[in-house]
């Protein structure tokens, strides 16, 4: 009876851990998708404008996915290369999550995503899109009187809704075709020089990434040779000795396609600024975030007020006058970019003392209250290492080696198919379409289960004791295999936190947690269904 009643409690355990991990898995990317900055509800407000405009008019060109390595083929962009010989150019570096929303709002507000209230996750469809909370470079042209169009991506339309942009075309495309239609829409502005801030986006490159066989392949260079040359129509409309041309991309893509991780390759992109107010040179690496002061500065603009970058005033032809007065202005913004942190913080005491210190003094405090919090999650994480361990040991069962060799082997398995066999990275990189991500995991561990568990079984003898004890012995086996699976689970707690709340997370053991979860959950599901398979080989062999 007690031996029943112990495999019933296995069976209504496994229930509950399966539908724990859905739950779970569910509640950790509903609070990634929902997370909102600690600004979100009460943004610092916009400083003045310097006034002091260093072109007439700036076009910004965002080729969504651009490489950099891409960028400086000559083979495949010889125009943009052309374009270097007299610009200003640097390597540009961005912050995960690497993707478009995120990125975008980056560009525009000059704040990381930890701050800007960007959606960490591109939105599934546009009436998900989020709109900007932090003022942003064409909200700042707004109350500067510049008049503002932007071509592009449908997501911008709702994004800048309250940026007072005037005009707009907006496309649910992204091929190469969607390209030329955004490329005819702004062709007239570029003729018409009232439009003195363009935004054009560029969406074909991102395209063949994900859709066309990734960033090695031919219809990859194919769509950026194309961008080549809409660069040469866009530049033809332009006086470089009155207007800017400032060429970037969001983003970069893994050689297997797709964004969003923490791969090098996704977080490097080209920077090439010509034109009138720029000083042509090859510069040290710069930040996402110094685009949007840069272009304030360019334009006479105020300085977006969640800005945490830098104006690259060493590419600009600033006078002396000119560059003290805008470092002023952006020490002020700093200044009370700071405060407004610090009161969502709960902080003070922490001062601006030069540029860039503010940034500085905002990964402070979140540092210090992550290391707060970590104190406690620590303490509860070792606890939920060391009990479930504690009763392991306690049982003293003899063939415990010999299930933990078949979870390991369960859980090589589902590596070497995962990450060897399909390629897959430990990033959101490999998350582009979710559904495939979660079957790919199902069929990875559903294999490596049933090869573990096989180990296990048949080095324990484990079919020769009948159906029950056949059924408890998987069900032995697949605590041991799940509590090796809890671990990096419980990393992630450390870490991050059960959720996203505050604070964007540390992506790397995010990720591995969430696999984790999912890895559990089928565990417990397919689980189940070894533990009756069990139960009916034995019993048709004890009858034979």
Same mark, same amino acid.
């Given at each position: ?181 955004? =490329? +005819? &829409?702004? @062709?007239?502005?570029? /003729?018409? *020089?009232?439009?003195?801030? #363009?935004? $054009? ?72 600024? =010509? +034109? &009138?107010? @720029?000083?042509?040179? /090859?510069? *040290?690496?710069?930040?996402? #975030?110094? $685009? ?87 303490? #509860? ?164």
């Amino acid at each position: 009876m007690k031996n029943k009643t112990r495999l019933w409690m296995g069976i209504t355990a496994l229930l509950l851990i399966a539908l724990g991990a859905y739950f779970l898995a569910n509640a950790v990317m509903d609070s990634l998708m929902n997370f909102r900055s600690p600004l979100a509800g009460d943004p610092p407000l916009a400083g003045d404008a310097s006034g002091s405009a260093l072109s007439r008019r700036v076009v910004v060109v965002l080729v969504d996915a651009l490489r950099e390595d891409t960028s400086l083929d000559v083979q495949v962009m010889p125009y943009l290369n052309k374009l270097r010989q007299n610009a200003a150019v640097a390597t540009m570096h961005s912050q995960p999550p690497s993707y478009s929303d995120p990125g975008w709002a980056t560009v525009l507000s000059g704040a990381w995503p930890d701050i800007n209230d960007s959606q960490p996750a591109n939105p599934p469809d546009d009436d998900s899109v989020r709109t900007f909370t932090q003022d942003d470079i064409f909200a700042a042209a707004d109350r500067a009187g510049i008049k503002t169009a932007v071509s592009g991506f449908s997501w911008f339309e709702q994004m800048l809704a309250n940026s007072g942009v005037d005009e707009g075309f907006y496309t649910p495309g992204e091929d190469s075709a969607a390209d030329m239609d955004v =490329l +005819g &829409a702004a @062709v007239p502005w570029l /003729q018409d *020089a009232q439009y003195q801030l #363009v935004l $054009i986006h560029l969406d074909q490159v991102d395209y063949a990434g994900h859709h066309q066989g990734g960033p090695l392949g031919e219809d990859w260079a194919a769509a950026a040779r194309r961008v080549d040359a809409m660069l040469q129509t866009i530049t033809a409309g332009l006086d470089l000795e009155k207007d800017t041309l400032l060429v970037i991309s969001d983003h970069g893509q893994i050689d297997a396609g797709g964004h969003g991780g923490t791969e090098p390759i996704t977080m490097l992109e080209p920077f090439v600024m =010509l +034109g &009138a107010g @720029v000083v042509p040179g /090859q510069y *040290a690496d710069i930040e996402m #975030v110094d $685009i949007a002061p840069t272009l304030a500065a360019l334009l006479g603009t105020s300085i977006p007020a969640s800005n945490q970058g830098r104006a690259l005033t060493e590419m600009l032809a600033f006078t002396g006058e000119q560059e003290e007065a805008f470092n002023e202005l952006q020490q002020l913004q700093q200044e009370q970019l700071l405060q407004k942190y610090q009161t969502a913080m709960g902080v003070d005491g922490f001062q601006v003392d030069g540029t860039g210190s503010a940034a500085t003094a905002m990964q402070t405090i979140r540092s210090q209250r992550l290391a707060r919090e970590r104190i406690f999650r620590l303490v #509860v994480t070792v606890l939920l290492v060391l009990l479930p361990g504690y009763f392991i040991y306690r049982k003293k069962d003899r063939n415990l080696p010999k299930y933990g060799l078949g979870a390991l082997v369960a859980i090589l398995v589902f590596h070497l198919l995962y990450a060897v066999v399909q390629g897959n990275t430990y990033t959101l990189s490999s998350m582009a379409d979710a559904n495939a991500f979660i079957l790919c995991a199902a069929q990875d561990m559903g294999i490596g289960l049933l090869i573990g568990w096989l180990v296990s079984m048949l080095w324990v003898k484990g079919f020769r004791e009948g159906s029950r004890t056949a059924a408890q012995t998987s069900i032995d086996f697949l605590f041991i295999l799940l509590y090796m699976l809890f671990l990096p689970i419980l990393w992630n707690l450390y870490r991050n936190g059960i959720l996203i709340t505050w604070t964007l997370p540390e992506f790397g053991s995010m990720f591995i947690g969430f696999l984790s979860i999912l890895q559990s959950m089928f565990v417990a599901v397919f689980g189940l269904l070894l533990t009756g398979l069990s139960a009916l080989v034995a019993g048709v062999k004890k009858k034979a």
